[in-house]
């Protein structure tokens, strides 16, 4: 197996482009970017098709096609085998990545990043013995700790098939925590205490009869104290589809509950959170970080100046880490938006912009090589901290934050829907 290790998402996805020809879309930009390099994207990858390369991309949204899982697995054994598998074929492939069985008939846009990253694998799996090579390009983002080393069974199975298998990663992606990462100084003031209130949370997603029939789901949060006191920033940890995302919309707004929500609350000032996905890279559009900010605050004069500040004061600071670190790894261009790094500074500015007291990133290191996290969340907490904002930082990269973090929320799946919430320090 050929592995290489890079900085930046960047050098990464161009040294992909030189190994195999496919040339993937550029991510930072949104889609405006993504549409002009369409054409580039679609014949590089008819091409590889006919060499008969098999792909695994950090987004697994351009993994899949099929809009459920049991389509995109029957098609990649189709393809191996030249013949229409048997149902319980694709049950015993899903079986073997950590997939349900009713998670197969579930629309792919409905499952959480780490599961449609293990139908990427399973779909990719079925296609190893016809393949020619492999290239898994920064997988292990989306997967617990648990589901990484399918990454490596995968690539085995294809050598040992007599393809070639390319496993493309950013420093830190797939190890243990870096003893030469220092703890971040969590800004220039003091730690901030906060406090979340956690009753106990039921929510229920409904069932559905179109396109297909689904039941319906529900998820029960627990925790053993309902107030929690804790420390920013905050990790919350668990296993690929235990419910984290979920809870993190709750504390937002964004899913309402059917019993009281959770509440964060920062010296008695309760409103909710406001929070960044993983693949939230989308909503810049194709923007320069400076008409991103012009468009979404242009009715509100005193916020686009808070933006613009704290834009400013973000970048001016992990550029100032970066150079002292020595890396060869920059924030980005100012005419428009050129690295996933600063596509994360100007959503943060973004949702700092006015006073909450809670910020919640979800994988925000996702594509970037450890000491580049680290340098974010560093940048992100003092500005958070100096506002008055705790800062939540959800990973299945546990050891990563755990050194960059002062405390811990772990998520378990119980069984029967039922999730347990446990505090620890980190």
């Known amino acids: 197996m050929l592995q290489e290790q890079f900085l930046s998402f960047e050098e990464e996805i161009a040294r992909l482009a030189q190994l195999s020809g496919i040339r993937v879309p550029n991510m930072a930009g949104g ?23 098999a792909l695994v991309l950090p987004d697994p949204a351009l993994n899949l096609a099929l809009p459920y899982p049991r389509d995109e697995l029957t098609l990649a054994l189709a393809i191996a085998e030249d013949m229409t598998p048997a149902p319980t074929q694709v049950s015993a492939l899903a079986a073997r990545f950590n997939l349900s069985e009713d998670l197969l008939d579930r629309p792919v846009t409905g499952l959480s990043g780490g599961e449609r990253m293990l139908v990427s694998l399973a779909k990719v799996s079925a296609l190893a013995s016809n393949a020619s090579a492999v290239y898994a390009c920064s997988p292990y983002f989306w997967l617990d ?21 390319h496993l493309l990663t950013l420093i830190g992606e797939n190890a243990p925590i870096d003893p030469t990462v220092p703890r971040t100084n969590y800004g ?64 937002a707004g964004i899913i309402v509950p059917a019993s009281t929500p959770p509440t964060a609350v920062v010296d008695g000032f309760s409103e909710p959170a406001r929070l960044i ?65 600063q596509a994360k500074i100007v959503l943060i500015a973004e949702r700092l912009a006015s006073r909450v007291p809670l910020l919640i990133l ?20 003092a500005a958070a901290h100096a506002r008055g904002t705790a800062v939540a930082v959800i990973s299945h990269q546990a050891d990563w934050w755990r050194n960059m973090t002062l405390e811990e929320l772990l998520f378990c799946d119980e069984g029967n829907g039922e999730v347990s919430i446990t505090r620890r320090a980190n």
């Open 362 to 381: 979800d994988e925000p290191g996702w594509c970037l090589a450890q000491p580049v996290a680290a340098i974010l969340l560093d940048a992100t907490v």
């Open 277 to 341: 996905l993983q693949d939230a890279l989308v909503h810049l559009f194709g923007e320069t970080p400076e008409t991103h900010l012009e468009r979404v605050f242009r009715f509100d004069a005193e916020r686009k100046k808070e933006a613009f500040v704290l834009y400013r004061e973000m970048e001016s600071r992990a550029a100032h880490e970066l150079n002292r670190a020595s890396t060869s790894t920059s924030v980005g261009a100012k005419s428009h938006a050129e690295t996933l790094l």
């Open 31 to 53: 889609p405006l970017a993504f549409f002009a390099g369409l054409s580039a994207w679609l014949m590089s990858a008819s091409a590889a098709a006919k060499k008969r390369i």
């Open 145 to 165: 700790a648990k589901n990484r080393s399918l990454v490596a069974t995968i690539l085995d199975q294809i050598e040992a098939s007599g393809g070639q298998a």
């Open 188 to 251: 220039s003031g003091p730690t901030l205490d906060w406090t979340l209130l956690v009753p106990h949370i039921d929510v229920c997603f409904p069932g559905a009869t179109f396109p297909k029939r689904q039941s319906s789901k529900r998820l029960r949060f627990r925790a053993a104290q309902g107030t929690l006191n804790v420390l920013s920033p905050l990790l919350l940890s668990g296993a690929n589809g235990v419910g984290k995302t979920t809870f993190a919309k709750l504390l």
